[in-house]
């Protein structure tokens, strides 16, 4: 791992997204539900203009959260863009090191920070997850 | 030369001149050695369209000096490459060409003559130039026009601007109303104006940007009855919806597919008049060409009622898995017969390609003696539509007004074999819940409910929702490509007070309504008996997008990282229905995998589908020559059409 990250917070745990995958971070806002679709689609937001699809990253990462998901880290992969509702955005760090091989198929790795271990999303994975959960 | 529009001779120069560009570039690549791969397929295919068109339009001595020409680039397509010792006579013929496109030629019976004798000399064989080296002629200076060169993404920032000016609008007008000003009449008078002013700009960006198809159907009529006559056939050309907006550069791209398949149609199509008599139909064939805004794109069709394919050619689509594939195959002919009206091979592949070049696809629907349909969808710059907007259950919902046919208010119920409708001046209509065919939570229902009308693919449904909002023009945004297997929603709208209409399809909501109590987004949970297809793909994106589609379409669904990787799980478990594969992946490729398949001492019979970015004639024919049983690219991948594609080799 090498690079440039936005950290943020879902319940008790860290994760950490390539700064070139984000767009910008966003309030919640107002969705209107998207019928039809899974349970880790929350809806659509009207993001200035634009129709943004809002995804529940805790549920996509299977993990607990704060009730409410207040924040919105807008992704982008290859002009597929998603917003990801989490609990907290907490900084903009270069994060380096050896990163540590994860589980979850929507992490590249995960790397240790002053004893908490930050999984590193891999948005082309986790947007073709969400592909797949979204009907 | 006949008299035909001057507009369309004029959008016939253009392409032809685009195209001789193309031809000269390409015989020159071939002379250095460093020609593409389908550089004869190509210059065929310009050739035979420059041939096509011209005779469309009456340019007799183009289609002509085409034809001799197309004729020695068939045979060279045939023996796979086109001797050193043509490519001068071709170049000089080419030169011929633009001359005559520029309304500056001579008949060419010198260059026809050699042409024709180079043909006959057969491809190895010398051919001595008549002529020294070719000279380009120097263009002349553009005729004398008032118009200017704009790039296209400049006019598609200014649709964007009207687009977010359209939305600012209703936000402005939102805000107004509901802070009292409305009634004041300075600000009423302002925003009157505003309105006007937009609705001009509007109407001027658009303007630049699309043209009514009518701009280039105009001599159609003509040009078939000419065709018909030619060929002793009565044909009769309808044309449906002249008036929808396309883009401007696909619609001049346009007229050179529309002849394509005009032509087919009544060359291969439409029968002769006893032939049509005994087989029951009308005498005077019936030729349509519709055109439809839905959503964000256009459809247009071009059916007609003649023979339709052969039932060769349908068991052919069946052993392939999809009509459209085996017919937009490059060298594919409906016909057997090679006249002047139509081609010998080319005509669909390349209307497909034109198609997917415009971010369009193509579907064709046939049957032995029903006559062929062809469908064009093609993309918009700015998609404006007028929807009715409705309340349900919290959301709202747009449709197209098109599709709408009226909005009662819910009074007494029927039951029709156990299902609700209601009876509308005699007629019966199947009545649904709004929030239930979209898949939403029923919330109850308001007495009195308003109930909308939809009509879409012949059918009715009656819809119940909470509120009528009233009837708006918006701009469809899409959901993007992560929502894209919802072939519920056409799109989005952002409304004046900035909440988010649901612009719904109504033909997938008439489909759904049709089934019984069954909502369309509603997967089914794949029984135990369900066919197993096992995904072979490097790539996860496309992976677990075949796996959510056959999943929801009720698959079970194994995936393999590659060739050998499925190969290990074919050997090992062996309880699987069906392959689809991709072709370049690490290890094994799909192709090996495939030879692998066929030559399985056990599972040879195994159906295999290829899905592959790589659309050219060679790795087309490597697959099937590898024994595949269907070959999609993805570039045109759609979701149906793989859905279409399974269920036909498993049986379902």
């Known amino acids: ?135 | 030369m006949s008299v035909v529009d001057s507009e369309f001779i004029g959008i016939f120069r253009d392409e032809a001149s685009g195209r001789l560009d193309r031809i000269v570039d390409t015989l020159l690549a071939l002379e250095r050695g460093d020609a593409a791969p389908d550089a004869v397929d190509s210059l065929f295919r310009d050739v035979h369209t420059i041939k096509g068109a011209a005779g469309m339009v009456g340019l007799t001595d183009v289609s002509a000096l085409a034809h001799v020409m197309e004729d020695l680039l068939a045979s060279a397509r045939h023996d796979g490459a086109l001797a050193a010792a043509h490519i001068d006579p071709l170049l000089r013929a080419s030169d011929a060409l633009r001359l005559h496109v520029e309304g500056r030629g001579e008949p060419n019976p010198g260059l026809i003559a050699e042409i024709t004798a180079a043909k006959a000399a057969g491809n190895g064989a010398p051919v001595e130039p008549h002529q020294p080296a070719p000279r380009t002629p120097v263009p002349e200076p553009a005729a004398e026009s008032r118009s200017i060169r704009v790039p296209a993404e400049k006019i598609d920032t200014l649709l964007d601007l009207v687009g977010e000016t359209v939305l600012h609008r209703r936000r402005l007008e939102h805000e107004l109303g509901a802070n009292g000003h409305g009634g004041h009449g300075i600000v009423t008078d302002e925003l009157d104006r505003g309105e006007r002013l937009l609705d001009g700009l509007k109407g001027a960006a658009i303007g630049m940007r699309t043209l009514p198809l009518s701009s280039i159907v105009t001599p159609l009529p003509r040009a078939v009855r000419d065709l018909a006559a030619e060929t002793g056939k009565e044909v009769e050309l309808v044309v449906v919806g002249a008036e929808t907006e396309l883009d401007r550069a696909i619609l001049e791209g346009l007229s050179e597919p529309l002849v394509h398949l005009l032509r087919n149609a009544i060359g291969h199509g439409i029968e002769s008049p006893q032939e049509r008599e005994e087989a029951g139909k009308p005498a005077r064939g019936r030729l349509e060409l519709r055109a439809e805004q839905r959503g964000s794109i256009v459809e247009v069709t071009v059916a007609d009622d003649g023979r339709g394919i052969s039932e060769a050619t349908l068991a052919e689509a069946r052993r392939k898995g999809s009509l459209t594939a085996v017919l937009t195959e490059p060298g594919f002919s409906t016909a057997d017969a090679v006249s002047t009206i139509s081609g010998r091979g080319v005509g669909l592949d390349a209307v497909k390609d034109q198609a997917e070049a415009f971010g369009g696809s193509i579907e064709v629907h046939s049957e032995p003696g029903h006559g062929m349909r062809v469908i064009l969808r093609l993309p918009l710059a700015l998609a404006l539509i007028e929807v009715l907007l409705v309340e349900r259950a919290g959301n709202v919902y747009g449709f197209p007004l098109a599709s709408v046919e009226e909005a009662v208010s819910l009074g007494a119920t029927l039951s029709l074999a156990g299902e609700a409708a209601i009876e509308l001046r005699g007629r019966s209509i199947g009545l649904a819940d709004l929030a239930q065919l979209v898949g939403a939570d029923p919330a109850p229902q308001v007495s009195r409910a308003p109930v909308v009308v939809l009509a879409a693919s012949g059918r009715r449904v009656a819809l119940v929702c909470d509120a009528l909002l009233g009837k708006e023009e918006v701009v469809v945004k899409s959901l993007g490509p992560l929502l894209s297997s919802l072939s519920m929603y056409l799109g989005a709208a952002i409304l004046g007070d900035g909440r988010i209409a649901l612009l719904v399809d109504p033909a997938v909501l008439v489909r759904a309504s049709a089934q019984p109590r069954a909502a369309a987004v509603v997967a089914p949970v794949a029984e135990a008996s369900a066919p197993r297809v096992l995904v072979v793909e490097d790539s996860l994106t496309i992976r677990e997008l075949q796996r959510s589609i056959l999943e929801a379409a009720g698959y079970r669904v194994q995936t393999a990282r590659d060739g050998r990787d499925a190969l290990t799980y074919i050997n090992g478990d062996g309880a699987i229905d069906l392959v689809v594969t991709d072709v370049e992946m690490p290890e094994m490729t799909g192709i090996e995998l495939t030879e692998a398949i066929r030559a399985h001492a056990t599972r040879s019979a195994l159906p295999v589908v290829i899905v592959t970015s790589l659309g050219d004639a060679d790795d087309r024919q490597r697959g099937i020559d590898a024994g595949a049983d269907a070959y999609m690219v993805k570039r045109s991948f759609d979701q149906h059409d793989l859905l279409e594609t399974v269920e036909r080799l498993v049986g379902r």
Do not use: C, K
């Open chain 1, 1 to 135: 791992v090498n690079g440039v990250h936005v950290r943020l917070r879902l319940g008790r745990e860290r994760y950490a997204v390539p700064i070139e995958n984000v767009l910008e971070v966003a309030e919640l806002g107002t969705l209107s539900a998207l019928p039809g679709t899974g349970p880790a689609m929350l809806g659509v937001r009207n993001l200035r203009g634009q129709v943004l699809p809002v995804f529940d990253l805790a549920r996509v990462l299977a993990i607990a959260a704060d009730a409410g998901l207040p924040r919105v880290v807008v992704a982008e992969h290859e002009g597929w863009i998603a917003g990801l509702a989490v609990d907290e955005v907490t900084d903009v760090v270069a994060l380096a090191g050896a990163a540590e091989p994860a589980e979850a198929e929507s992490l590249s790795g995960a790397i240790l920070e002053d004893d908490q271990l930050i999984g590193i999303l891999d948005i082309e994975r986790l947007f073709s997850s969400l592909a797949a959960q979204a009907a």
